[in-house]
């Protein structure tokens, strides 16, 4: 598809780059792969084929799944191990990774990777990869934590602007955006028939608990919130109440401090909006992709990817994962002819 006509199939919003100026367009992605990845790297492969994306970041990627990926798309790669109990954070890129910074340290709990990329004649990108902690069954759903990793983040982001590369922040932030939807019953039942097929013998390692989703003092009434769970006028109170209780502080702080959600922006009404995870029957969103303005300014689209015959997502991994398509910019270059 040629860039005219990723502008006319996108939704229109303001600051969309004119055709003009633009000269290529280059496709992001950003996807938890579940533990390493590695039973399921075929199904991930043919998932990121299938999206035909420029630039991947891999939550929870192993180094074995990471270079088997990278060898078989024929891709740049880096890598950031998580800390003893966090998850890793890889990159895969159609262009070589520049500046490559690891960071598992200070409030970190989980890995983030920053690497600068220089799209062939076009402005060069800072990517920002990373993997905001769950704590969803600790107070306020750990938004507290998320907020000083994201702070972190937010901090080393500012340390490199007036570099001349525009910024892209990425990944799964275990955080839901103001006014979205949280299907709590949805997320409780999924959970309870994961743990029954864990009664059974099953290994679901990486795949939601009970106890991981309901805060400690509700825990005892596990049994009787799934039962009211299955109840669909029960349910949406519950629904209700849980969105009300879990706190969206960690978008809003990532939209204040400058950079544009993009599934946000070209999905304004929120009732079109999708989940990404889990990837069958979505909860909430949790996996984004932000931009700095002049970045977000050319954005063409923005969509959290579904299964299709060619595209295994429900196979691959318990996230949808996200794409974003945006046009570059030319680099000016000198004027080498006689006068």
């Given at each position: 598809m040629t860039l005219s006509e990723h502008i006319n199939d996108a939704p229109a919003f303001d600051g969309l780059i004119q055709s003009e100026v633009a000269t290529r367009t280059i496709r992001v992605l950003t996807y938890n792969?579940?533990?390493?990845?590695?039973?399921?790297?075929?199904?991930?492969?043919?998932?990121?084929?299938?999206?035909?994306?420029?630039?991947?970041?891999?939550?929870?990627?192993?180094?074995?799944?990471?270079?088997?990926?990278?060898?078989?798309?024929?891709?740049?790669?880096?890598?950031?191990?998580?800390?003893?109990?966090?998850?890793?954070?890889?990159?895969?890129?159609?262009?070589?990774?520049?500046?490559?910074?690891?960071?598992?340290?200070?409030?970190?709990?989980?890995?983030?990777?920053?690497?600068?990329?220089?799209?062939d004649g076009a402005t060069p990108l800072r990517i920002f990869a990373a993997h905001l902690t769950a704590h969803y069954s600790h107070w306020r759903a750990g938004e507290g934590q998320r907020l000083r990793e994201l702070a972190y983040i937010l901090q080393r982001m500012r340390a490199t602007e007036g570099d001349g590369a525009e910024q892209i922040l990425l990944g799964d932030f275990n955080s839901l955006a103001p006014g979205e939807p949280l299907l709590a019953s949805q997320l409780l039942l999924h959970a309870a028939a994961l743990d029954d097929r864990r009664d059974q013998g099953e290994d679901l390692d990486g795949l939601p608990t009970i106890a991981k989703v309901l805060p400690r003092p509700l825990r005892p009434l596990a049994e009787t919130l799934i039962r009211l769970a299955q109840i669909p006028a029960l349910a949406a109170l519950c629904d209700l109440a849980a969105g009300l209780y879990t706190p969206r502080a960690v978008v809003r702080q990532a939209r204040a401090a400058g950079y544009t959600d993009l599934y946000a922006a070209t999905h304004p009404d929120m009732s079109q909006r999708v989940g990404s995870c889990p990837s069958h029957d979505p909860a909430g969103r949790i996996d984004y992709i932000f931009a700095s303005p002049a970045l977000a300014?050319?954005?063409?689209?923005?969509?959290?990817?579904?299964?299709?015959?060619?595209?295994?997502?429900?196979?691959?991994?318990?996230?949808?994962?996200?794409?974003?398509?945006?046009?570059?910019?030319?680099?000016?270059?000198?004027?080498?002819?006689?006068?």
């Open positions: 792969i579940l533990t390493g990845g590695w039973p399921r790297r075929d199904a991930i492969e043919a998932v990121i084929r299938d999206a035909r994306a420029d630039i991947i970041a891999l939550d929870e990627a192993s180094p074995e799944t990471l270079e088997a990926l990278a060898s078989s798309l024929g891709m740049y790669s880096a890598f950031s191990p998580g800390t003893k109990y966090g998850w890793s954070v890889g990159l895969l890129s159609r262009w070589p990774l520049q500046e490559v910074n690891q960071h598992s340290n200070g409030p970190l709990n989980n890995a983030m990777l920053e690497a600068l990329i220089v799209p300014a050319r954005l063409v689209a923005c969509e959290v990817l579904t299964d299709t015959p060619t595209r295994p997502i429900s196979r691959a991994s318990d996230h949808r994962p996200v794409l974003a398509t945006l046009a570059t910019l030319a680099l000016d270059t000198p004027d080498t002819t006689t006068p």
